[in-house]
């Protein structure tokens, strides 16, 4: 299934949509429920289906960006917004190679997280 998985994925990557993981239907092993959330975001996964409030927190926890790769995320916008980086495809931060495609994916990152932020404003 992991192959079947990652077309999926490539396939909603392509398309510019989500894709949410189905269930994890033993709401009291949620060790279990984690190992399957680090799983479907290690393969590129957006998110899990949830089936049980016990479950929001932990899926949440996982599936946010950390605080570093919002840093990350800000430091190559940042990079790329430079007059001297404008019109690069390619450009060096911090010893390393960084392409646009990083860049689309740090926006995406910060996408992410100020929904979340907006979401817990909204709920205090």
Not at 46 to 51: A, N
Not at 93 to 104: Q, S
């Amino acid at each position: 299934m992991t192959a079947w998985l990652a077309n999926c994925v490539v396939a909603a990557r392509a398309h510019g949509v989500d894709i949410i993981d189905g269930v994890f239907n033993d709401i009291k092993d949620l060790d279990g429920f984690k190992a399957e959330c680090e799983q479907g975001r290690d393969m590129g996964l957006d998110g899990k289906t949830l089936i049980h409030p016990s479950q929001i927190d932990i899926c949440n926890e996982v599936y946010a960006p950390t605080g570093t790769e919002v840093e990350n995320a800000r430091a190559i916008i940042d990079a790329f917004a430079l007059p001297e980086n404008a019109g690069k495809g390619v450009i060096q931060l911090n010893g390393k190679m960084v392409e646009l495609l990083h860049a689309d994916m740090a926006r995406r990152t910060l996408a992410i997280a100020g929904a979340i932020t907006a979401l817990t404003r909204s709920a205090a």
